[in-house]
């Protein structure tokens, strides 16, 4: 992954899968639905120069099935988390006793690694890595189908993230829905100050006692109850609304970047920082348009060449 510019802090670590981040999942599950609207086909092409279709081969049957348990469906819009998240997917081949693969199946790419060999440098790439559970298992590369985006500079058997670069607009967006959700939950306001009239103390115990009380009479479904104190009290309250919570500015920030990042306009994942920009003159069919062009296109020509080159 690469270093964020003048920041030491792991925002790779607190982002984590990015399965949970909805600035990257609402984009990421757009492209998981449009990828495989466009069917999988096979060409030849003769000696006459033309271009011929192949209606019926045995990669076209692995495609449609690639293993008892899921579609090419399933495996393809599994496959564009890893390719929009991490820039890595792999496909391990099983063999029968002939060793022609008769199946593919799915690995997430945080369980996988491409290694080269321990004992020969020249060897680029010998096995990967596979740890679904804490124990590391060795595949073959012949059996590892490995789509990449372009090459990561740091780790050339790797693919580059897409979103490698704007985890601190990720983070940004995760950290301002929690501090919302926070908010709302513990009262639907940042915070309340009580304290004693006439700068008369009480003690330890009934400032807690107070607290408590006020947070069940004010907090969750109570929100709006009537208290009555026995003591006297000032009860002040940070000066804020629902706009200053909801952090408008930081999370259209986040949005457009993420999806700047992936090659989709926002308006087309109905993101709001993106249906602004459809009010001043760019319609939606040319918005989706755009999306086709900048990401599902050049990803299908990517996954055209590497089944090409692997399978």
């Known amino acids: 992954m690469l270093s964020i510019p003048s920041s030491k802090f792991d925002y790779a670590s607190e982002v984590g899968t990015g399965l949970g981040s909805n600035v990257i ?3 990421v599950q757009w492209v998981m639905r449009t990828f495989p609207e466009s069917p999988v086909g096979l060409t030849k092409t003769l000696s006459t120069g033309e271009v011929e279709t192949v ?3 045995p990669f076209l049957d ?3 099935n690639p293993n008892p348990f899921y579609s090419y469906e399933a495996l393809i819009m599994a496959s564009m988390i890893s390719y929009s998240i991490s820039g890595n997917v792999y496909w391990h081949k099983m063999r029968n006793a002939l060793g022609q693969v008769i199946g593919l ?5 945080w369980m996988v690694v491409p290694k080269g060999s321990e004992h020969d440098a020249s060897v680029f790439l010998s096995h990967y890595e596979y740890n679904p559970n804490g124990v590391v298992f060795e595949i073959p590369a012949e059996d590892i189908v490995h789509c990449r985006f372009g090459l990561d500079p740091m780790n050339v058997r790797l693919g580059l993230s897409p979103l490698g670069a704007v985890l601190r607009e990720v983070f940004t967006d ?3 829905s929690n501090y919302s959700a926070s908010m709302l939950r513990n009262m639907g306001i940042p915070g309340v100050v009580l304290s004693p009239k006439d700068n008369e103390g009480i003690s330890p115990t009934d400032a807690l006692a107070v607290k408590e009380k006020f947070k069940e009479n004010f907090g969750g479904d109570n929100k709006g109850q009537s208290m009555v104190m026995t003591t ?3 009860i002040n309250t940070f000066s804020f609304n629902t706009q200053q919570m909801a952090l408008p500015e930081i ?3 986040s949005e457009e970047r993420v999806c700047a990042a992936l090659g989709i306009p926002a308006a087309v994942v109905g993101f709001g920082s993106g249906l602004e920009a459809t009010k001043v003159g760019a319609t939606m069919q040319a918005m989706i348009r755009l999306a086709w062009t900048s990401n599902i296109i050049p990803t299908q020509r990517v996954f055209s060449q590497t089944m090409k080159r692997q399978l």
């Open 25 to 27: 999942m609402s984009p």
């Open 55 to 57: 209606a019926t081969h």
């Open 62 to 64: 692995l495609i449609d």
């Open 105 to 109: 199946w799915y690995l997430p790419h």
């Open 174 to 176: 995760d950290q301002a």
């Open 232 to 234: 006297p009290m000032d």
């Open 251 to 253: 999370r259209n920030i």
